[in-house]
């Protein structure tokens, strides 16, 4: 009987260690996760979302629930677009609430810019 107790306590506590241990790894996987969704807005939108001139919008450091939004009127067709409406239609809200998510972590800033091309070749 007292091995019995023994090993299902040893059992709850690896149980636990084991949690432990995935939830930041869940998170972090998550977090990759939404960082290669909002990688698809690169080409407009800038790497990161700081767009070179300010047009189309710079996402960086935006208000979640904002981006979210605007990203869901895009995707029913309520704020009309060129071409927003045909991306967001291709994302599940729960997508949508990642990208915004990851845009409103960074930090706002100037673009990037682009290596220097290379001569001699």
């Given at each position: 009987m007292?091995s019995?107790?023994?090993?299902?306590?040893?059992?709850?506590?690896?149980?636990?260690?084991?949690?432990?241990?995935?939830?930041?790894?869940?998170?972090?996987?998550?977090?990759?996760?939404?960082?290669?969704?909002?990688?698809?807005?690169?080409?407009?939108?800038?790497?990161?979302?700081?767009?070179?001139?300010?047009?189309?919008?710079?996402?960086?450091?935006?208000?979640?629930?904002?981006?979210?939004?605007?990203?869901?009127?895009?995707?029913?067709?309520?704020?009309?677009?060129?071409?927003?409406?045909?991306?967001?239609?291709?994302?599940?809200?729960?997508?949508?609430?990642?990208?915004?998510?990851?845009?409103?972590?960074?930090?706002?800033?100037p673009?990037?810019?682009?290596?220097?091309?290379?001569?001699?070749?």
């Amino acid at each position: 009987m007292r091995s019995a107790i023994s090993r299902t306590g040893a059992w709850c506590a690896g149980l636990a260690l084991a949690a432990a241990v995935a939830v930041p790894v869940a998170a972090q996987d998550q977090a990759t996760y939404a960082r290669s969704l909002a990688a698809t807005c690169t080409a407009c939108h800038g790497t990161d979302g700081r767009s070179v001139g300010g047009v189309p919008p710079s996402l960086a450091g935006q208000n979640k629930d904002y981006l979210l939004q605007t990203m869901k009127d895009f995707k029913t067709g309520k704020r009309g677009a060129t071409i927003m409406h045909q991306h967001a239609k291709g994302y599940t809200d729960e997508q949508l609430e990642l990208i915004a998510g990851y845009f409103a972590s960074v930090t706002p800033g100037p673009a990037a810019s682009a290596p220097a091309a290379r001569g001699g070749y």
